[in-house]
């Protein structure tokens, strides 16, 4: 059973605030994605990593960082977040060899006002 | 540099019916997978579908199939027998075998399927 998780599904916030969403895989996957996904359009990869203590930024620019201190634990933050970071923020992991296949987690969606 | 390039932006089709969706790519790797991806409104990004470059038969599952034509770098989805479930959009997505392990995504075709 593949298992990701995203925290907070939903949230509101105001601009200037430090904001962390949270990603978890139960899969041991090393790899891990953030993407950010306007609703309807396509993804933009804005962070990767290779696995523990290794991270690199995508092809999007963001004024996001990311962390990767445990296998499982994949963390976005924003230090100061503002109107333009309202979108959809989707984590993913893989293994590589095998099959592949990336598994998606549900997403935050994030406004801030 | 990889692309993945979906050109449909929208389709919709009749319940029951069946449906081809596009997806050109570019690569000069010879080791890599292609996928298809769908996500319903408001839901979780599943896998659709999967295809190895290096073999030749076309994946199946279920009512999902690919027409995967390497030399030609197409790699499109048919879906026979589509049933209102499965509205939504779909993305073709490509990865390397090795090197970044970055996944190239298209920009996706939003499917309707109509009662």
């Known amino acids: 059973e593949a298992d990701i998780y995203q925290t907070p599904r939903y949230l509101v916030i105001g601009t200037g605030k430090k904001i962390t969403l949270e990603c978890s895989q139960t899969?041991?996957?090393?790899?891990m994605y953030w993407y950010q996904q306007d609703p309807g359009m396509e993804l933009h990869l804005i962070h990767y990593s290779y696995g523990v203590n290794s991270t690199e930024k995508g092809d999007l620019s963001s004024e996001s960082t990311v962390s990767r201190i445990r296998t499982e634990h994949f963390p976005l933050t924003l230090e100061s977040a503002r109107p333009s970071h309202t979108s959809q923020y989707l984590c993913?992991?893989?293994?590589?060899?095998?099959?592949?296949?990336?598994?998606f987690g549900p997403g935050t969606r994030l406004t801030v006002t | 540099a990889q692309t993945v390039t979906q050109s449909q932006p929208e389709m919709s089709v009749q319940e029951a019916e069946t449906v081809t969706l596009s997806c050109t790519y570019d690569?000069?790797?010879?080791?890599?997978?292609l996928f298809w991806y769908k996500q319903p409104p408001s839901r979780q990004m599943i896998l659709v579908i999967r295809?190895?470059?290096?073999?030749?038969q076309n994946a199946t599952e279920n009512r999902f199939s690919v027409n995967f034509q390497k030399a030609a770098k197409s790699f499109s989805l048919k879906i026979s027998d589509s049933q209102l479930g499965d509205t939504a959009m779909y993305f073709c997505a490509f990865t390397l075998t090795s090197g970044t392990y970055k996944y190239i995504f298209g920009t996706g075709t939003r499917l309707k399927v109509l009662a």
């Open positions: 690569t000069s790797e010879s080791n890599y997978y």
């Open positions: 295809q190895e470059a290096y073999k030749q």
């Open positions: 899969m041991g996957h090393d790899k």
């Open positions: 993913a992991s893989s293994v590589a060899g095998g099959i592949y296949e990336q598994y």
